[in-house]
């Protein structure tokens, strides 16, 4: 990332609206990547001379900038330009899809294209297309996400971007699902946690999902779900070395609710930190935290 040959590392995230860029930097994140979304592209190279001086402290940042900075997207390929000249190392990771699979994206979630005031959904992400060619070409490292799924865009994102000190290690993946829309096919072990108390019946949190403070705050509140974890924590301290002695480098842990939004998605964000404190390499996935409840 930094001057003088650092091994360090700076990633600017970037591409079309609606192609993956707030899954990439989660992911990244889980890696151990220092995460900044939508920081103006005038204050990179500031910013970057400020991790400089962390003294290792902070040696692994990724950065989303895209259209929604406005008028200060225009100042990105200045930034950039910028970083080279001060020395600073870094790599553009430019996310793609196609227009269909963009369109279907902006149904399921129901947001709006930051471009779409201006026209309809097709028309926006063409011209966002065209204000973005020249970023494109600047790319070190192109996806095109159309047709990934999240464990597949996740696996290139690690490939690319995971340290090997990551990959050697035993990697966890947690996936908080909904039981209504089918089983992770992937996973190695499925959890079951549609006996907590649910927040989908108290009426101020229904709307909401389980990375939310308040929401997590109700489900983690119980003494049944403190119990759980206990017990279940123990049960994958005794697993996962016996797992590791068999060769196995990853371990894929479905954690299901009703609808895939509320406990399913709590429980999987507790147990991440919760394997994390005792030095586990930890991936989070919330399949179904979009779709409909």
Same mark, same amino acid.
């Given at each position: 990332?930094?001057?003088?040959?650092?091994?360090?590392?700076?990633?600017?995230?970037?591409?079309?609206?609606?192609?993956?860029?707030?899954?990439?930097?989660?992911?990244?994140?889980?890696?151990?990547?220092?995460?900044?979304?939508?920081?103006?592209?005038?204050?990179?190279?500031?910013?970057?001379?400020?991790?400089?001086?962390?003294?290792? =402290?902070?040696?692994?940042?990724?950065?989303?900038?895209?259209?929604?900075?406005?008028?200060?997207?225009?100042?990105?390929?200045?930034?950039?330009?910028?970083?080279?000249?001060?020395?600073?190392?870094?790599?553009?990771?430019?996310?793609?899809?196609?227009?269909?699979?963009?369109?279907?994206?902006?149904?399921?979630?129901?947001?709006?294209?930051?471009?779409?005031?201006?026209?309809?959904?097709?028309?926006?992400?063409?011209?966002?297309? =065209?204000?973005?060619?020249?970023?494109?070409?600047?790319?070190?490292?192109?996806?095109?996400?159309?047709?990934?799924?999240?464990?597949?865009?996740?696996?290139?994102?690690?490939?690319?971007?995971?340290?090997?000190?990551?990959?050697?290690?035993?990697?966890?993946?947690?996936?908080?699902?909904?039981?209504?829309?089918?089983? @992770?096919?992937?996973?190695?072990?499925?959890?079951?946690?549609?006996?907590?108390?649910?927040?989908?019946?108290?009426?101020?949190?229904?709307?909401?999902?389980?990375?939310?403070?308040?929401?997590?705050?109700?489900?983690?509140?119980? @003494?049944?779900?403190?119990?759980?974890?206990? =017990?279940?924590?123990?049960?994958?301290?005794?697993?996962? @070395?016996?797992?590791?002695?068999?060769?196995?480098?990853?371990?894929?842990?479905?954690?299901?609710?009703?609808?895939?939004?509320?406990?399913?998605?709590?429980?999987?964000?507790?147990?991440?930190?919760?394997?994390?404190?005792?030095?586990?390499?930890?991936?989070?996935?919330?399949?179904?935290?979009?779709?409909?409840?």
């Amino acid at each position: 990332m930094s001057q003088n040959g650092s091994k360090g590392r700076f990633v600017v995230i970037t591409g079309l609206s609606g192609a993956g860029k707030t899954q990439a930097v989660r992911f990244l994140e889980d890696l151990g990547y220092f995460c900044v979304d939508n920081l103006p592209p005038a204050l990179i190279p500031s910013f970057a001379q400020l991790c400089n001086q962390s003294e290792g =402290r902070v040696n692994r940042v990724a950065l989303v900038v895209d259209i929604r900075g406005g008028e200060f997207f225009a100042d990105l390929s200045q930034a950039l330009d910028r970083l080279d000249e001060m020395g600073f190392i870094h790599q553009i990771l430019f996310l793609e899809a196609d227009v269909e699979t963009l369109v279907r994206r902006y149904k399921e979630t129901r947001r709006r294209h930051p471009l779409a005031d201006r026209a309809g959904i097709e028309e926006a992400i063409g011209s966002e297309k =065209r204000l973005l060619e020249h970023i494109r070409g600047r790319a070190t490292k192109i996806i095109d996400t159309s047709g990934l799924t999240s464990a597949q865009f996740r696996d290139k994102l690690v490939q690319m971007f995971a340290d090997d000190r990551d990959i050697s290690r035993f990697m966890i993946s947690l996936v908080s699902f909904g039981f209504k829309h089918g089983l @992770p096919i992937h996973a190695d072990l499925v959890l079951d946690v549609r006996f907590l108390p649910n927040p989908q019946y108290v009426e101020s949190l229904k709307a909401r999902d389980g990375r939310e403070r308040d929401v997590c705050d109700y489900v983690l509140k119980w @003494p049944l779900t403190q119990a759980f974890l206990r =017990r279940l924590m123990g049960f994958l301290e005794f697993l996962i @070395p016996h797992y590791i002695n068999e060769g196995k480098t990853q371990l894929v842990i479905g954690i299901g609710c009703t609808g895939g939004r509320h406990r399913s998605v709590a429980i999987a964000e507790r147990l991440a930190g919760l394997l994390r404190g005792r030095r586990h390499t930890v991936l989070v996935e919330h399949r179904d935290i979009e779709k409909p409840a």
